[in-house]
């Protein structure tokens, strides 16, 4: 029987922790992006440590000596993994306290825009008593990990997890093949818009329900965070022979992508057109198609032209392109948005 048990870990203080950063797992499958915390937000968490004020709780998966032995880990961070690296990047000098900090002990004390190494050298004892802060770490063992991840999502349920974190948290076959994908190089290297907090995880997941529903309803659906989820969810522990069909399926289309777009292409610039152009690029593949990088500039100038033209004259516009353009701009998860921009595309690209 599964069990979870929980405990302070002991003489948890801030240099204890960094000096043992090597024996903790950062990013476990369950966590979700680092960096995406404000300036103002770290200087704040450092404030609040350097002022003696409480801060959250931070939770651990503490191994037992089997899985430490085996891992040549001690912990993985279930939650807290900002706090965490925001001390740490305090302490590796990437950034400062902030021009307004004020040293609540003593205010004749001016701190303000110092570094942790300017504490080292003007104020000794106060970088002591930052490295001698205790933080307020629970460990937390457990046979199963299904039961961490579960922990994870309801200890951020009260934080805005985005729809591509929590889904991350559900953990399980279809969740893997979305990481697994996500680290195509269609997306390490085409794709412009960065992965903060699981945008390559979110496009990675359409190309995979695109695929599911075809199996399951021979037709597209919507690629709403409600098919998503659902898609995770069933595909969590069983049908792992399909997830990997569907998984191999996707990789090779973006293969065919990835030859075909430039590094870090603004083609690529945005989310709403990535299900459009894995449909696109899947159509002329099964007509013995290439598709040319330069053909897809054209389109796009056609578009841009088009929108230009018709501020003018506006009854003597291409209505097709005005469309395009139109629904390009909203609802592009809507299964009838994605049909109407894939056919007038594939009119002027394929057809």
Request: with cysteine; net charge neutral.
């Amino acid at each position: 029987m599964s069990y979870i048990e929980t405990n302070p870990v002991q003489h948890a203080t801030i240099l204890r922790i960094y000096s043992e950063r090597d024996e903790i797992i950062v990013d476990p499958d369950y966590q979700r992006k680092g960096g995406v915390w404000t300036p103002e937000k770290k200087q704040l968490l450092i404030d609040s440590i350097l002022n003696n004020y409480d801060i959250p709780k931070i939770y651990f998966h503490q191994f037992d000596r089997v899985e430490k032995n085996k891992i040549g880990k001690s912990f993985s961070i279930i939650d807290g993994k900002q706090r965490l690296e925001t001390i740490w990047g305090f302490i590796e000098g990437k950034f400062c306290l902030s021009n307004d900090f004020e040293y609540q002990d003593n205010p004749e004390i001016i701190l303000a825009g110092l570094s942790y190494n300017d504490l080292a050298k003007e104020f000794p004892k106060i970088k002591i008593k930052f490295d001698s802060f205790v933080l307020p770490i629970i460990g937390v063992v457990t046979d199963d990990l299904d039961l961490i991840e579960d922990m994870f999502f309801r200890l951020n349920e009260a934080v805005p997890l985005n729809s591509a974190e929590k889904r991350n948290a559900f953990g399980g076959n279809m969740v893997k093949a979305i990481r697994d994908l996500s680290q195509h190089r269609f997306f390490t290297e085409k794709v412009k818009f960065k992965d903060t907090r699981y945008q390559h995880f979110e496009v990675s997941a359409r190309f995979l329900l695109v695929e599911i529903s075809n199996i399951e309803h021979s037709k597209l659906i919507d690629t709403k965070k409600v098919y998503l989820d659902s898609m995770a969810k069933k595909y969590r522990t069983e049908n792992s022979k399909i997830v990997n069909k569907v998984l191999d399926v996707v990789e090779m289309y973006l293969d065919i992508m990835s030859k075909c777009f430039t590094e870090k292409d603004h083609l690529l610039r945005t989310q709403g057109s990535m299900v459009m152009y894995y449909l696109l690029f899947k159509s002329a593949d099964k007509k013995n198609i290439v598709i040319k990088r330069s053909t897809l500039i054209d389109f796009e100038n056609k578009v841009k032209n088009n929108r230009y033209f018709a501020e003018q004259k506006y009854e003597s516009a291409d209505y097709d392109l005005l469309e395009f353009d139109r629904l390009a701009q909203h609802g592009t998860n809507d299964v009838s948005n994605i049909k109407e921009r894939l056919r007038i595309i594939s009119e002027y690209i394929i057809e």
